[in-house]
């Protein structure tokens, strides 16, 4: 219920949500190399965020704070 309810509130900024200029063809330049993410975010609404993005691909690893 409470991974639910928050999902949703999320969901209502994903509109306005996107990848900053250039970034995407940093990370095209970068993709031979392994890349990581570490987050104080939470798993349960960032790794939704970074799939809708298209940035999940690029890293080979990715720790939440919530893990």
Known sequence: M???TAR???SSSLRKLEVLPNILRLLKE???YPMAI???GQRVLSKLELKYLGLDKYFKFVHF???
């Open 2 to 4: 409470v991974t639910a």
């Open 8 to 10: 949703t509130f999320r």
């Open 30 to 32: 970068l993709e031979e």
């Open 38 to 40: 570490v987050s104080d």
């Open 65 to 67: 704070s919530s893990d």
